[in-house]
T-cell receptor, first 115, second 111 residues
Framework: EAEVAQSPRYKITEKSQAVAFWCDPISGHATLYWYRQILGQGPELLVQFQDESVVDDSQLPKDRFSAERLKGVDSTLKIQPAELGDSAMYLC?????????????FGPGTRLTVL | EDQVTQSPEALRLQEGESSSLNCSYTVSGLRGLFWYRQDPGKGPEFLFTLYSAGEEKEKERLKATLTKKESFLHITAPKPEDSATYLCAVNSYQAGTALIFGKGTTLSVSS
């Protein structure tokens, strides 16, 4: 069964350092989403891609966060510099092109701890 | 503003004790309502999508229903392996395909 891949699974960093997360969506899925989930809360959208183009990054803190999906396949989310409040689970999800169901499939997530 | 509220926040059941989880939503033009299961430290696992009031879907011991204001996730004769956090999410025609999630209901089933 096809799955969304993410790495690393866990990341511990000190504040002011740079971190990067990688996501490989299910093959053929044109839409890719990055969500952030704080402990005890539901996931919240950070950025949405359609192929290589950003569709929605209105909730992405652009002074420190950046995201790219250069070839319209895998994607990288970067934080520089990391702050204590960035500690959270970073989830990647993908959706099939032209899907009638809108269903998003999530990866295992990257747990970030900022010290 | 689109909003999703789940209740209760936490639910403890004995094995075999059926119950329901509630998801109330406010959205401008519901496109779809989604239920996910999330185990600790893992990503959400897709369960159901519902599109219109009156729709119902079932999977093993779970049954999801939808009205114009809320959705219920009914759990029949739960087992300890059903213990998890259940997340409800919606998207709207206005906002597109991105999901708006509730905070979840954490279910604990003891034997």
């Amino acid at each position: 069964e096809a799955e969304v891949a993410q790495s690393p699974r866990y990341k511990i960093t000190e504040k002011s350092q740079a971190v990067a997360f990688w996501c490989d969506p299910i093959s053929g899925h044109a839409t890719l989403y990055w969500y952030r989930q704080i402990l005890g809360q539901g996931p919240e959208l950070l950025v949405q891609f359609q192929d290589e183009s950003v569709v929605d990054d209105s909730q992405l803190p652009k002074d420190r966060f950046s995201a790219e999906r250069l070839k319209g396949v895998d994607s990288t989310l970067k934080i520089q510099p990391a702050e204590l409040g960035d500690s959270a689970m970073y989830l990647c999800a993908s959706r099939e092109r032209g899907s009638l169901t809108d269903t998003q499939y999530f990866g295992p997530g990257t747990r970030l701890t900022v010290l | 503003e689109d909003q999703v509220t789940q209740s209760p926040e936490a639910l403890r059941l004995q094995e075999g004790e059926s119950s329901s989880l509630n998801c109330s939503y406010t959205v401008s033009g519901l496109r779809g309502l989604f239920w996910y299961r999330q185990d600790p430290g893992k990503g959400p696992e897709f369960l159901f999508t519902l599109y219109s009031a009156g729709e119902e879907k079932e999977k093993e011991r779970l049954k999801a229903t939808l009205t114009k204001k809320e959705s219920f996730l009914h759990i029949t004769a739960p087992k300890p392996e059903d213990s998890a956090t259940y997340l409800c999410a919606v998207n709207s025609y206005q906002a597109g395909t991105a999901l708006i999630f509730g905070k979840g209901t954490t279910l604990s089933v003891s034997s």
